[in-house]
Structures are given as structure tokens and as C-alpha cells.
């Protein structure tokens, strides 16, 4: 695997880029604290951005089946590289509206940079290394936000704030110039002219979906993590000012992303002694036990064990999940699937990151954690009494040499 050499362009370019994203989102955080005062505010801001990538999904999702997964990935990445020259203009006028502009971009290309990715992974090695390359890919991504966040912090200290975003611009035409690099031998068998490309939308996917029991639960269980992530930054700002020490910002970042590295580097153990059924449903349960912990936010010790609880398990949730959906659904639905899995997270996520705001706004950090995470736990509960019994249960356990 490791003598390939797209797999080294595929994480050396998310290594950078996801350095230039957690910079940016640094940045993102900094200039909202100076400019909106409130915690719901911000997250309609954030929302506005997400909208816009939920606009454009379906269309991602066909052209990424129907076209190059290479040249997908080109054009998010050149739409990426014009969206921090917004975020520029927006520092230099002081305008919240540049910033929208900024977000609204950023969001788009995402909108098709991921499915062609998800899309390209099972493309450069074989299926019975997809499990540890997921964990690898996500254990770099979380290397570049440790860094990011940690570096991200230490300019703002020391530099103005549109540096920050000059250093995201840096690595997003770092990230451009590798991608050109990437040798894929993708399925030219579907021809443009059997199916229009406005023809081939997500009412093919669906059937799949309803005809592969896991990937549909796997799918309705994404949920309880995206409870906790989905305020994640409002979160970590809350506690920030519970405690009233900047620091912790840092350690919560760090300690949620050491931790994450170490469960992803541990999902193929993990996997060889537990079916991935007990992976998904654990994995979920202690996430929702990690939310109730932060009703005890305000002591520094507890914070950090909580994030060090979240961490692993969503480092041995996500790599999972995504080695599911890769192995169970046919490749040339990959990128629809992608795509309409990525819609449904950002609604998902659109839908936490709003109700977040308002409830830290309305009850306080405090009370919303405990309310998260009771639903966490419930969805938890009635997803597993639910399932248990199905036949997916012995199913998974049977192709556990896929993983």
C-alpha cells in the first residue's frame, strides 16, 4: 500500500489543506467573537455557509460519478483558493457580509471536494486495507488540526489576524498543485450519453440504501456524533469563558484530537476483536456519556478527560463508518452516496449548530450538554433495541475479514 504513490499525494494534500482549514477557522472564530455577540448569531453566520453546499450536493454527487474524480477535486480546490480572498477583503473592510460571501464559497467546494475524495480512496488500494487507510486519512486530518488550531492560536498572538488567512492561502494552492500529481485508474465504463447527468440523481441511491440494512443504520447512528460536533466550536468558546482561562481552548483541541489519532491508529485492532456493530453502537454510547460529563465544564480536569473520552470515540466511530459505506455500496454509486451522505450530514449539522446557539443563549452550556447527551443515549438505546436482532448483526459479523 505505502509504495503507492496516491495514497502519499492524498495525505500529504489533506495534511496541508487541513492546516489551512484550521487556520482559517481560527480566524473564523476570532473575527465572529470581535464582530457578533451572540452565540446564535454566529451560528446562523455558519449556517448560511452550509446552506449554500446543501444547495449544490445532488449536482456534486452526479458530476462526481459521471466525471473525473481528479478533475472534481481541481475545481473545488481552485473555488477554495478564491473563497479566502473574501475572508480578505472582509478583515480589510470590517464587513460581516464579506465574510458570508467567504463561508458561502468554502462551503460549495467542499460540497464537491468531499464525495470525490470518499470516491477516490477505495480507487487507490485494496479493499482489505480501506479500514486503515480511513484511520490514517482521518488520524492526518486530526494531525493537521492539532497543529493548525495550536498555530492558529500562537499567530493571532503575535501577527494580525489576515495572516492567519494568508497562511490558509498558502496551503490551499499547496493542496492544488498536488492533486495534479494524482494517477487514478477510474471506471470509464458509464458512458454520459446511457444517463444524462441531470437524470442521475439520488433516487437511485435510495434503493440501496433501504437494500443494505448496515448502511442504512450506519447512516441514522452518524447522527449522535454530529449532536456533539455540531456545536463543537460554540462549545469550546462557552467553556472558555465558564472558566475564564483563553488556554483551554488549546488543551481541548489537543486533547480531542491526541485522542482521536490514538483511536483511529486502533480501529483495525479494535475491528479484529469486536465485530463493527459493537464498534458503532459503543463508540456512540460513550459519546453521549461524554456530553453529560460537560455539566461538570467549569473544573479544567474534567474538561479535558471529557474531550479525551470524545476523542477516541470518534476516532474508532468515523473510520468504521466510512470503510462501511465504502465496502457495502456499489462504486459507481460512490459519488452520489457521498454526496447525498454529505448533504445529510450538513443538514444534520445545520440543524445542531442552530439549536446549539439558541439553547447556549437560552439555558447555558451547562444544561444543553445534558440534554444532548441524554438524546445521545436515547438514540443510542433505540437504535441498538431496534437492530439487535436484525440480520445485518450476524452479517457484519460474517465479512469481518473485509476489515
Known sequence: MWR???IWILLTGEFIAGLGLWLGIIGDLEFMQEKVPSDFLKSLLMTIGLLAGLAFGPYAGRLTDRSSKKNVMLIAGLVRIISVVFMLIAITTGSIWWMVLFLIL???????????????????????????????HMNVSTLSRIIGTALGGFLLVVLPLSFLYIGSLVTYVGLF??????????????????????????????????????????????IVPTLFLGGFNLMVINISEIQGNTAIKGWVYAAEGISFMIGALLIRKINNQLSPYVVLFGSSFVIGLSQLLLYFAAN????????????????????????????????????????????????TYQIVLLLSGFLLDFMGLQLMCVAFGSLSIFMTAIFYGRNRNNRFGTTLEQKQDVF
Open 106 to 136: 468554502l462551503q460549495i467546494s467542499v460540497a464537491f471536494y468531499f464525495p470525490a475524495l470518499q470516491a477516490t480512496l477505495p480507487l487507490v488500494v485494496a479493499e482489505k486495507d480501506l479500514l486503515q487507510l480511513n484511520g490514517i
Open 300 to 347: 479544567p480536569l474534567v474538561t479535558v478527560f471529557v474531550f479525551l473520552l470524545f476523542g477516541f470515540s470518534v476516532g474508532s466511530f468515523f473510520p468504521t463508518a466510512a470503510t462501511i459505506f465504502q465496502t457495502q455500496v456499489p462504486k459507481d454509486f460512490h459519488g452520489r452516496f457521498f454526496s447525498f451522505r454529505n448533504m445529510l450530514d450538513r443538514v
Open 177 to 222: 498543485i498536488l492533486t495534479f500529481f494524482l494517477d487514478i485508474n477510474e471506471n470509464k465504463a458509464i458512458k454520459l450519453e446511457k444517463q444524462p447527468l441531470e437524470k442521475a440523481g439520488f433516487k437511485q441511491v435510495f434503493p440501496i440504501i433501504n437494500g443494505v440494512p448496515i448502511v442504512f443504520m450506519t447512516l441514522l447512528i452518524t
Open 4 to 6: 503507492n504513490k496516491n
